[in-house]
């Protein structure tokens, strides 16, 4: 039976047991680690991409996203016992599920505004084969009011059914991080599922507590599920932008943020964040711009998410001038340089580079025309560039003039000042957006320039003296 035509008790045995098939449409990052969920939890799953290369991967049992532990084992268990099938035929998948979770991506336009059509296009697609009793729940992070607005006319007017009365709808955002997405999903938080009606919510609660650890918090509506997800990223952007801006005036009154925001931290109501050199992937900087223009639409000027959003866009722009203050203050010049980017990712601990500030930085120094090496431990390939990625930063910073860390993986906690020194040969200039050099005390060979993020900077010298510089 049909899980919205059974009890929510008979539908999770039915899950359990395996009689039910999971289409998640939009099988990437966050589709894959959904459907791996759902997979532990009994279900068949038919995963859809449009990514070719990603299918041919899945279809051997490895999970394209290598940073996500145990994701290849779970693929390979599923495929091994028929469980999982991954196709780019969306109108297949959309026919074979009874239960259909859509993931594909909503991008942000040039003028900031939300590009809905992936999620326009397989809503399509779903409510073509909808059937009497089927669930859909969408996950990808929306503007506030597109479940209710946008798809739900969609669905039930491609099916000729009714949400709510003949299939379920919910809204359930996905709240994980890269590099720790499936713990994240599975075990660290309860699951938000949001609905207009009790009935979807009373069966899709029970669904979820039976794929997730941590339980569902149910929420009233779509709509409040929808600007629960985004608020959560908004609450990050506004406090990376105070911490980018007292990190700056750390910088200017000498003092270090980082012991400052330790010893202010150990008091529970002070949450001071990470400074940074711009926020990238595909959530925090995005989301904003869904509840600005919500707010402006309802004739609202939301002040502090808009500063937080100009404040952490200008940090990039920032740390560019600081590169450039730190060459000249060697005396080297710019197109003469070799320049070391050491992480492409935008965190570390994952491959991703979607709106990565290192790609920024990438872009300026190529306009200098200098050489340039780049260096990640998990990034492949940047698409659309011809550069060797660099897995080891030790190989990058040979014969360097300037380092820049933008991503904090785990190796880069490796770099030592007098060990950089010795492979760069000549005197350096180390730009560290992450912290996470430390090694203060070292004796160099050659001069070292160090800039950190709200932190003071100066330069040693062969004998360990330090000399305070203003960059
Ligand atoms: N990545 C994260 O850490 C994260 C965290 C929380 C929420 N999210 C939400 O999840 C969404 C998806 O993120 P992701 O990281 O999985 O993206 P992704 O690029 O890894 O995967 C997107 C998937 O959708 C498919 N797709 C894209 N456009 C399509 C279209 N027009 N028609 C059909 N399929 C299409 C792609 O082929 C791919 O399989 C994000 O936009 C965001 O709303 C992401």
């Not at 890269?178 to 899709?204: H, N, Q, R």
């Not at 306009?367 to 060797?388: F, H, Q, T």
């Not at 050659?446 to 900077?457: A, M």
Request: proline content about 5%; aromatic content about 8%.
């Amino acid at each position: 039976m049909k899980p919205f035509l059974a009890t929510p008790r008979k539908a999770v045995e039915n899950l359990k047991k395996g009689v039910y098939s999971v289409g998640v449409f939009g099988f990437g990052h966050v589709g894959s680690i959904i459907g791996v969920g759902w997979g532990l939890a009994g279900a068949r799953i038919i995963g859809m991409t449009l990514d070719r290369k990603a299918i041919r991967m899945f279809e051997s049992g490895i999970s394209p996203f290598p940073e996500e532990a145990y994701l290849s084992e779970h693929i390979s268990v599923l495929r091994r016992r028929g469980l999982l099938e991954v196709t780019d035929d969306y109108h297949y998948g959309a026919r074979k599920s009874d239960i259909k979770i859509i993931a594909v991506p909503v991008y942000l336009s040039e003028e900031k505004k939300p590009d809905l059509a992936p999620v326009v296009e397989v809503s399509k697609k779903i409510g073509e084969y909808i059937s009497k009793g089927d669930v859909v729940i969408v996950e990808t992070s929306l503007p506030p009011g597109t479940t209710r607005n946008l798809i739900k006319p969609i669905l039930e007017e491609k099916s000729g059914f009714k949400a709510d009365e003949d299939f379920a709808l919910a809204y359930s955002p996905e709240r994980i991080s890269a590099g720790t997405a499936l713990e994240d999903f599975l075990e660290k938080y309860p699951k938000i599922v949001g609905c207009d009606s009790l009935k979807s919510l009373e069966l899709v609660s029970e669904l979820y507590s039976a794929v997730v650890k941590k339980g569902v918090i149910k929420m009233s509506s779509t709509l409040a599920a929808e600007t629960e997800k985004l608020f959560e990223g908004i609450y990050r952007d506004v406090n990376i932008a105070l911490a980018n801006e007292l990190a700056t005036f750390c910088e200017k009154i000498g003092v270090s943020f980082d012991e400052v925001q330790k010893a202010a931290n150990s008091q529970p109501f002070s949450h001071l964040h990470n400074p940074g050199i711009g926020v990238g992937g595909a959530c925090i900087p995005v989301y904003p711009y869904f509840v600005l223009e919500a707010a402006t639409k309802h004739g609202i000027k939301l002040q502090i998410t808009q500063l937080a959003r100009s404040i952490n866009e200008q940090a990039t722009e920032t740390f560019i001038r600081k590169i450039m203050d730190a060459v000249r203050l060697l005396q080297k010049e710019p197109v003469h340089c070799n320049f070391a980017l050491l992480g492409l990712s935008f965190r570390g601990g994952t491959s991703d580079t979607r709106l990565s500030p290192a790609l920024k930085i990438l872009s300026f120094i190529e306009k200098l025309g200098a050489s340039i090496r780049v260096c990640d431990p998990l990034v492949e390939k940047l698409e659309g560039k011809n550069y060797e990625v660099i897995k080891d930063w030790r190989k990058a910073v040979k014969g360097a003039d300037v380092i820049i860390i933008a991503s904090d993986h785990r190796e880069f906690h490796e770099i030592r000042i007098g060990e950089a020194s010795e492979l760069a040969g000549k005197d350096l200039a180390i730009l560290d957006g992450k912290n996470v050099i430390n090694d203060f005390n070292a004796k160099p060979r050659y001069r070292v320039l160090y800039v950190g993020t709200g932190r003071p900077s100066f330069i040693i010298k062969p004998d360990s003296r330090k000399e305070r510089v203003e960059i």
